[in-house]
Every structure is written in C-alpha cells, then in structure tokens.
C-alpha cells in the first residue's frame, strides 16, 4: 500500500475540485422532487461540471454511463441514473465527483423526497449522516486509519442500522480510488498512520436491515438483499496538521 502524501499545491487544487464537487451536489440534492427522473438529475450534473469547465469523474469510468451515482431507496450505491421516476417518500443517494486540472473532489448525499417516508427512513438518514461526522472527528495526523472506521460502526449500530462491509471508502486525489481503502467497521487502533497531506473519501454506506448486498444484472447498481433502505453520504477530506479539513464541505 502506498499513500500519496498531497504537497501544498496539490491540496490546494484539491480544495478547488472540492469546492466544485460541493456546489454541484448541492444544487442537484436542492432541485431532487417527486415527479422527475433520476436521468435529469444526471443530465444537470452534467450541465454544472462542463460550465465550470471540469469533467465528471464518473463518467466511463470502468464503463459506468452516467456523471452521478443515484442510488433510491433500496439500492445501495451505484444506480444508474434513467428513466426512473423519483415518488414522494423516496430516498435518493446522489453521489459524484468532478475532476478539475488533474484533481478529483468525490461526495455524497442522500435526500429525503417530500413527506412520507417510511417510519425508521428519519432514522437511517440521520444515522448514516452522525457517522460520517463522527469518522470525520477522528482524522489528525498520529491517528490510525481504524479509529475512522471504528467510530463509523459505533455511531451506526449505535442506532439500530448496519454497516455495509462489501464496499468501502478510498483515498482520493489524482485518481478516483487511490490507497488506503477506508472500512467502515473495523477495531480502533489498527491500519496506517494518519499524516498530514493524506486525502480521503471517507462514505458510510449504513442499512435499515440486514448488511447483506448484492448486484444487480446491469452490473453496477447494488441493492439491499432484504429490501430494505440504505443511505450513504460522502465527503472528501484532507488530513492537516491541525486535523481534519473538509474539502466537499457546503457553503
């Protein structure tokens, strides 16, 4: 495993693509509603990231064919976007990433659609949201790689829901998915030493049910194998000296 140790320049850069990946989230999480399809939500994304005069991250990557992950309900990561109308009460996991001069910023969100939503989604989202902040707190240089995941699982199973253990997050910088690989679960106090210039894409992918997942035939969208929700939010992280800087961070 080699982590890249980012120089002042390139977190800078890094903060730029950041900031980017940020404001488009943003904006796609503010117009999500029932009655649209999750392809329009892509096809804005698009929209945003070449008027900036960026590229979207995600797009061909390893063939996926769309600019944003929009993962409703039960799908757990990786939906492709479509034809697929959003209805009230849905959960809509959007997740992208924008690649500006070299550097990729990579974040998600998961959006409550409207007013009826299944009694235990208020939970779920605010589960899976307290995770990824308490993961978070824990990046400072000194600090393990494990003390991040630990604090994910402790915050999630605190609350009733499960971790997803097939996928996890990564670092993050030049390329999309760069070493370490980020667990969501794991014992404190293990894995590689936090420093300062690291970059991370720290995301708890957190179940209503059961942990278990699987694919689907299009060979990207993940769901739940009980059917029951998930919700995943994301944020790309710089380790400083002063400890945790949030790079996708909205305004």
Known sequence: MKIQIKSGAELEAMRVSGRMTAEVLQALCAMTRAGMTTGELDAEARRRIAAMGAKPAF???????????????????????????????DLVSIDIGV???GFIGDSAYTVMVGDRFAPDALELVRATQAALADGIAQVRPGARLSDVSHAIQQTAEGAGCSIVVDYVGHGVGRDLHEDPQIPNHGRPGKGPVLKAGMTLAIEPMVNRGSAAVRVLDDGWTVVTQDGKPSAHFEHTVAVTEDGAEILTAWK
Do not use: M, T, W
């Open 59 to 89: 797009l061909n990557y390893h063939g996926f064919p769309a600019a944003a992950c929009i993962s409703v309900n039960d799908e757990v990561i990786h939906g492709i976007p479509g034809d697929r109308v959003i209805q009230n009460g």
């Open 99 to 101: 690649k500006y001069k």
